[in-house]
């Protein structure tokens, strides 16, 4: 897969200015050679077209497998449902997004790897609708929550690692080392439980917060 060098929403790109007005394409090498994310792409470019006559069945079939799909996936689904005003349904698939990807930075091991560019392009409406709704809001966490404890990630975790520099530097350095893109398998466990937790923790200071302004 191409890592174009400039920024195009939605898609797994890394944001470089090498020079200014020139656009580089590199292909990844190694280890990240191996990330194979075209099916993501393409359905996120099918529920995302306007025109596409067949979306809200596309959308049904993915919400019955979201497992098997990354969080970049789960976030354009979640502003698209929030867009066609199905406001609890977008505002379910977002945190669900959220939360996974945030388990997924944490097992990575390029530690420049962050899903923040998700948050901030497709956050602010569904987080403001929210925080104007605090008991949807605290009603959908807690199934948020409920929902990413007791289902498995069927998908590449490898995803999150083309949101780092990793990905940039084995492309551009030959002599690159070919270093292990995840954290080990039998610490992830641990790391989900702990990501939750904080997550948990920190959904429960906001509200508290939120709360106590009103």
Not at 43 to 70: C, M, Y
Not at 89 to 106: I, K, S, T
Request: hydrophobic fraction near 40%.
């Amino acid at each position: 897969m191409k890592l174009i060098i400039t920024i195009f929403c939605f898609c797994y790109v890394l944001t470089v200015k090498a020079q200014i007005g020139t656009q580089h394409v590199v292909e990844p090498t190694g280890n990240y050679k191996q990330i194979d994310l075209s099916k993501e792409l393409l359905v996120i470019s099918r529920i995302s077209d306007p025109n596409n006559k067949q979306k809200a069945k596309l959308i049904d079939s993915v919400e019955s497998v979201t497992n098997n799909f990354t969080p970049s996936v789960l976030y354009i689904l979640s502003s698209v449902l929030f867009s066609d005003n199905q406001k609890e349904r977008g505002m379910f698939w977002f945190y669900v997004a959220q939360l996974r990807a945030r388990y997924d930075v944490n097992r990575c091991a390029d530690k420049t790897a962050s899903a923040a560019r998700y948050n901030q392009m497709i956050g602010p409406p569904i987080n403001k609708y929210a925080f104007e709704h605090l008991d949807t809001l605290e009603r959908i966490i807690a199934r948020v929550i409920d929902f990413v404890r007791n289902n498995n990630e069927n998908y590449d975790q490898r995803w999150i690692n083309m949101e780092g520099m990793g990905a940039f530097d084995s492309a551009m350095n030959p002599d690159h080392k070919n270093e292990p893109l995840s954290i080990p398998k039998d610490k992830w466990a641990a790391i989900k439980a702990k990501t939750i937790e904080d997550y948990s923790n920190g959904f429960k200071e906001t509200l508290a917060s939120q709360k106590a302004k009103h």
